[in-house]
């Protein structure tokens, strides 16, 4: 009986193995698997990052992610580069070159709106004419020219209205001509001089004063302010009613300008 005992349990351990289920022909290894799933996962968390891609949330997520991967799929790859420059350029402010040359004029409205002073910055100019000795800048002379249609507000509606007849009217007027003359020393560094200004059939002259802030062999670099009325120029309409007028009169120009001897 122990003997058949025995046989009865080999012959049941030698059957095990062919009741065993075969795996399916057509699935992968299960290596192959866990592969597939690790990539698939990484798919699923650029998909979310992509979901978020409106937030800068998602779009720091989706970079992180895409950092993270290093050297997965061309795609999240590049995915992630995307949106971190993205990111970059869309939270990075230009920063002012101080110096730029630059011709910005100020303005306040009649009733205070928070983002006054409203900086309206001619895009366009140039020195045609400068007339003087760098080392002794008394009695030189400059004239510039600024493109009137280059003003620039940061609002295209506002910088629209600015080019009408009713303002600016460029497509009349399109050149301001600066004449700087009389140029006197009133301390180490600073100047007083007269600038004759056209604009729109008109000819003022205003007194200047500048201040040298920087002296080569052969130019100088000037900053200057001045204030001027739009009224001296026929810009916009004389009256202090804010619907009419919503801008004040009174305005400021500030000037950095590198004059380079001719």
Do not use: W
Not at 159 to 184: C, E, M, R, S
């Amino acid at each position: 009986m122990k003997t058949f005992k025995l046989l009865v349990l080999a012959t049941i351990l030698a059957a095990a193995p062919a009741c065993k289920k075969k795996p399916d022909a057509g699935a992968p290894p299960a290596t192959d698997n866990a592969g597939s799933g690790s990539a698939m996962g990484s798919d699923h968390t650029m998909a979310a990052g992509s979901g978020s891609a409106g937030s800068d949330t998602g779009s720091a997520a989706m970079a992180g992610s895409g950092s993270a991967m290093g050297s997965g799929s061309a795609a999240g790859s590049d995915s992630g580069s995307g949106s971190a420059v993205a990111a970059g350029s869309g939270s990075a402010a230009a920063t002012p070159d101080p110096d730029a040359d630059s011709i910005v004029v100020l303005a306040k409205h009649v009733e205070a709106k928070p983002d006054d002073p409203v900086h309206l910055r001619f895009e366009r100019f140039k020195v045609t004419k400068a007339d003087f000795d760098p080392n002794k800048i008394e009695g030189g002379k400059a004239t510039i020219e600024i493109d009137a249609t280059s003003l620039k507000s940061g609002s295209d509606k506002r910088d629209g209205h600015l080019q009408t007849p009713d303002y600016l009217d460029t497509a009349k007027f399109a050149t301001v001509a600066v004449n700087i003359d009389k140029v006197k020393k009133k301390a180490d560094k600073t100047y007083t001089a007269e600038a004759t200004v056209k604009f729109r059939d008109v000819t003022k002259k205003y007194p200047v004063a500048f201040d040298v802030v920087d002296q080569k062999d052969d130019s100088i670099r000037i900053k200057g302010e001045a204030s001027f009325s739009r009224l001296d120029f026929k810009v916009g309409k004389d009256s202090k009613d804010p619907k009419v007028a919503p801008v004040q009169p009174e305005l400021t120009i500030q000037l950095q300008l590198t004059l380079k001897k001719t």
